[in-house]
């Protein structure tokens, strides 16, 4: 499971993953690298295809401000913070 969620994103709500939401997970995840892995071409769609939950944190504007990408054992990931 990983939770990121930008600084001083305020009050939030959790909703599902839709596919529009795709561009600003980019932004939230490649602006902690190299803390975390960058998500490959395609990479995204197949892990939200895998996931047991994927959800965003929203702001009270609508803007996506955080996610939470839940897999279990099976997923076919290879990122070190997942062994």
């Known amino acids: 499971m990983c939770l990121a969620m930008q ?10 993953f839709a596919p529009g939401d795709s561009s600003s997970i980019h932004r939230i995840n490649d602006a902690e690298i190299p803390n975390v892995t960058p998500f490959a071409e395609g990479e995204l769609q197949r892990l939200a295809d895998q996931a047991v939950y994927f ?3 929203e702001s009270g504007s609508g803007a996506v401000v955080g996610f939470l990408l839940a ?13």
């Open 7 to 16: 600084p001083g994103a305020g009050s939030y709500r959790i909703r599902d």
């Open 55 to 57: 959800g965003v944190a």
């Open 71 to 83: 897999l279990d054992e099976t997923a076919a990931y290879s990122s070190l913070n997942f062994q």
